[in-house]
């Protein structure tokens, strides 16, 4: 090319304004499918419904109810396996049990037991869930802590003494099972 033929191009204030703007400004709104680039790769914006489910997923009462649900099923699957293992105990000149008494106690043993496990699982979950909230942090500290008030509670009603065995032992046991599952 020939410098005849080259022209030269020239903007007017005005129309650098509007380039810079272009370029610069914050005239464009944000979308709903911007990807952010981040270390590990893309995040993607979430809408206002994606944050309103992950917060009501990430609720403590949902979190609890959760908790007493599968705490209920897990007591009642481990109070069927229980009823199934222990012979029942009679006295010896006594008739033995009818497949009806057999089942009526095994409904029986099963409910107990998911009750039970309902029941701490559900404390457990609501009051480590409350704390972590009020701690603003996610640790071990968390389960230990939760693990004694929920210990406490279920063994205060033997006694004080009972109380803060309970108490020790529940939160020992969610230290360790907190560090296990953590490592």
């Keep these: 090319m020939d410098d005849s033929s080259r022209k030269r191009v020239s903007f007017t204030p005005e129309e650098w304004d509007a380039v810079a703007r272009y370029f610069v400004g914050n005239n464009s709104r944000q979308r709903e499918n911007i990807i952010i680039p981040r270390s590990a790769g893309p995040v993607k914006v979430k809408t ?50 009818t497949a009806r008494e057999v089942f009526r106690d095994m409904k029986s043993t099963t409910l107990s037991y998911a009750k039970n496990f309902a029941m701490v699982g559900g404390v457990f979950a609501a009051v480590e869930c409350v ?25 205060i009603r033997a006694g004080l003494k009972a109380g803060l065995l309970g108490a020790a032992g529940f939160a020992a046991f969610s230290t360790v099972i907190d560090y296990y599952m953590r490592h």
């Design 48 to 97: 206002e419904e994606e944050k309103m489910v992950e917060a009501f997923f990430e609720s403590c009462v949902f979190k609890s109810a959760l908790s007493t649900v599968l705490g209920y099923g897990v007591g009642a699957a481990f109070g069927l396996f229980t009823s199934g293992v222990n012979p029942p105990v009679a006295l010896p000149d006594a008739p033995p049990q």
């Design 131 to 155: 704390i972590e909230s009020q701690r603003g942090t996610t640790d071990w500290k968390n389960g230990t802590y939760a693990g004694g008030v929920t210990g406490g509670l279920i063994g």
